[in-house]
């Protein structure tokens, strides 16, 4: 059996976010984890052709 991979949207909230140089900084709601934010701005513009 195969399944395809993919991706599905969800939703995290942020506050106070600013990027200078090389320091990320921003606030996540209570159950949010920075990991999934910091993913979001580092990948790709097409991440399945890069292994994602």
Do not use: H, W
Request: aromatic share 12%; glycine share 8%.
């Amino acid at each position: 059996m195969s399944v395809e991979g993919g991706f599905r949207n969800a939703s995290i909230n942020y506050d106070n976010f600013s990027i200078d140089k090389d320091l990320v900084k921003f606030q996540l709601s209570r159950g949010s984890y920075a990991t999934i934010v910091l993913r979001e701005i580092l990948k790709p513009a097409n991440p399945l052709d890069c292994g994602f």
